[in-house]
């Protein structure tokens, strides 16, 4: 590969080549609208075409390209339903026998009412559209869960996805992130990754994007994985396909283990997780844009990247002070270089931002610290190293990424 193009990109995302990594190069996109990532993709003369974000693959970015014969990664339109639409999905799970939580639809604060009352607490409460990671709610009482359901159905809080409301039951367990690349029929499994979403150390506070991850999980075993494959991965893309709604790209499935070890779906996504995609990335060696393009071309290629036998990795997020609520931003942040040189770690850029010659924070989730090694103790270890050595006014992390499988 010649050189990576990023659009609109970061604070991180320029870079000269290695001879084992491509150049980096940052453009401006007046938008990622479907229209303007096929004029920018011409302009560039881009042999492949890969979308990070869901908005753009749920506005059909990708049936742009493939209008004007771009090969791109992602799934269409269609296909990208299964992230757009929490109705859609449990409604799919249910025709295909996929094992999920039992759920309710609801469309009105009346009917909401009445379910949560008659379900009691803990609940779910799910705005069905994309919210940015803040429309699901897990209710420990009855009010709470109102005020999810009137967040979404009467204040409208989430706009056009808070027109109805998935309620389902509290499933009990260990969560786990699977994702799979494919081209609709075949596909090739990733290692098992474990995000860390609330705030807090010991999964307190709110629901946030992602706080940090580590791959693989060891509660994940090759039975389990493959239990995985045959009840939830492979009935998504055989009824997608059935449905007439092929499904292109990485598919994510986000995980509860039971106590009892089955796997039950608790969502999919239709892009690769943040801050998964970190880790995931550490254990790849070999030719992961050629991956993507055999998948984007519908004639997968697995043996293009290989999974590091006995690497893990390990991601620990970097929070501007305010998140998940109003993070504040243009904070300079400060050790940057001296992450970059802790032995195995890579500093991944989010939200920032250049301003008169530093770095600053731009979003709420500002950087993704990252670490590979032989063990996930030292994946873990040399990532706090490297997370330690930065600072910011607020900064937040979470100390207890892996720790419950780092002894």
Not at 154 to 159: D, H, M, Q
Request: proline share 6%.
């Amino acid at each position: 590969m010649a050189e990576v193009v990023v659009a609109p990109g970061n604070a991180g995302t320029t870079a000269p080549g290695t001879p084992e990594r491509a150049p980096i190069r940052r453009v401006a996109a007046p938008s990622l609208a479907p229209e303007d990532v096929v004029g920018l993709a011409r302009a560039e003369a881009a042999d492949l075409v890969v979308i990070g974000p869901e908005a753009p693959l749920c506005e059909g970015v990708i049936d742009a390209l493939a209008a004007e014969r771009i090969l791109a990664f992602g799934p269409n339109r269609e296909a990208a339903r299964l992230e757009a639409s929490k109705v859609f999905l449990k409604e799919f799970a249910s025709r295909h026998g996929i094992p999920t939580a039992p759920y309710r639809v609801v469309r009105s604060y009346e009917e909401a009412e009445a379910v949560i009352r008659a379900h009691g607490a803990p609940i779910v409460v799910k705005a069905d559209g994309l919210c940015a990671g803040k429309g699901v709610v897990v209710a420990a009482s009855v009010e709470e869960a109102l005020d999810a359901a009137r967040a979404a159905l009467v204040e409208r809080r989430f706009g056009a996805s808070g027109e109805a409301v998935v309620l389902e039951d509290v499933l009990v367990g260990e969560e786990a992130s699977l994702h799979a690349i494919t081209d609709g029929s075949a596909l090739t499994m990733l290692p098992a990754a474990r995000d860390h979403k609330r705030i807090f150390d010991g999964d307190a506070g709110p629901n946030t994007g992602g706080m940090g991850a580590f791959a693989p999980s060891g509660r994940v075993t090759p039975a389990l994985a493959a239990r995985i494959e045959a009840e939830i991965l492979r009935p998504t893309l055989d009824g997608m396909r059935a449905e007439g709604r092929p499904f292109r790209g990485v598919l994510f499935a986000g995980l509860m283990i039971t106590p009892a070890g089955a796997p039950m779906l608790l969502e999919h996504n239709v892009r690769f997780g943040d801050p998964e995609c970190e880790v995931l990335m550490e254990l790849l060696e070999g030719d992961v844009a050629e991956l993507l393009a055999s998948a984007a071309a519908g004639a997968l290629r697995p043996e293009a990247a290989r999974v590091v036998e006995g690497r893990h990795a390990l991601t620990v997020v970097l929070a501007a002070r305010g998140y998940p609520g109003r993070p504040a931003a243009g904070d300079v942040i400060h050790g940057l270089d001296a992450a970059a040189v802790v032995e195995g770690a890579t500093v991944h850029h989010a939200g920032t931002a250049e301003r008169e010659g530093s770095v600053v924070t731009a979003g709420g989730r500002v950087l993704a610290v990252t670490a590979s090694g032989d063990s996930l103790v030292e994946a873990r270890t040399r990532a706090y190293r490297a997370a330690d050595a930065i600072d910011f006014a607020g900064r937040q992390l979470r100390r207890d990424i892996g720790a419950d499988q780092a002894p």
